[in-house]
């Protein structure tokens, strides 16, 4: 069975400052992996994708992930974080056939920006 | 056209009324989903269409009945539903594996 495991609830970053949150998986094949951002009231906006080749993937909004096998991890990373970064992130996983995707996602980090 | 809308934003129903969610695209795509979302939890598949076929149905209670009358258009049917099914009800849509656009969502509350 396929699961995320997003460890950190609650991150609280200061304006500028870097950030990294963080995403453990477990799936039986070749994983596709995915983040997502939710604003309050809002639906989920896709930042980026991996599903194979380079490992290091580069998102919308200057995020990264890098896929690393051995650890089953993919974690998001942004160098400066912006007030308008403050959002509920989720890492999901899934098999990818089109028409019949079934993404499992994490239970989500909670990120806060301060001044 | 690039996004998904939902409607209503918001509806309040009691346990024995009938109402439905709408959900609509015009971009194209020829999968549609719904998702349930109660409050600080990750989104849980319902239903997938692929091409105006159900496709997935996450053993989803009768009360909830989903609809694909054609390509852009999809709607969930409610009736006689249970106050634990608040939530928010996201639909999504995709035409490429793994990219699925996401509306707001309809926040539900049944009395």
């Known amino acids: 069975a396929q699961s995320v495991t997003q460890p950190d609830i609650h991150i609280t970053v200061s304006e500028g400052a870097s950030l990294e949150l963080r995403c453990n998986y477990s799936y039986g094949a070749t994983p596709y992996l995915f983040w997502y951002v939710q604003s309050p009231g809002q639906g989920l906006q896709l930042l980026l994708k991996?599903?194979?080749?380079?490992?290091l993937v580069q998102g919308i909004k200057g995020f990264e992930a890098e896929f690393k096998r051995s650890q089953s991890s993919f974690n998001l990373r942004k160098p400066s974080v912006h007030w308008s970064d403050a959002a509920e992130y989720f890492c999901?996983?899934?098999?990818?056939?089109?028409?019949?995707?079934?993404?499992?996602f994490g239970t989500g980090t909670r990120l806060t920006i301060i001044p | 056209d690039t996004e998904v809308t939902q409607t209503p934003k918001h509806l309040v129903m009691g346990m024995t009324n009938k109402k439905s969610l709408k959900c609509e695209q015009h971009m194209g795509h020829r999968a549609m989903y719904w998702y349930k979302q109660k409050a600080k939890k990750p989104p849980e598949l319902m239903f997938v269409?692929?091409?105006?076929?159900?496709?997935i149905n996450e053993s989803v209670p009768s009360r909830f009945s989903p609809e694909c009358p054609n390509s852009s258009l999809l709607n969930l049917h409610l009736h006689a539903l249970q106050p634990e099914d608040s939530a928010l009800y996201l639909c999504?849509?995709?035409?490429?594996?793994?990219?699925?656009?996401f509306g707001p969502g309809t926040r539900l509350t049944v009395l």
């Open positions: 999504a849509s995709s035409q490429e594996r793994g990219r699925q656009f």
């Open positions: 991996y599903f194979s080749g380079d490992t």
């Open positions: 269409y692929s091409y105006e076929k159900l496709s």
């Open positions: 999901a996983v899934g098999p990818v056939n089109f028409g019949n995707e079934k993404l499992t």
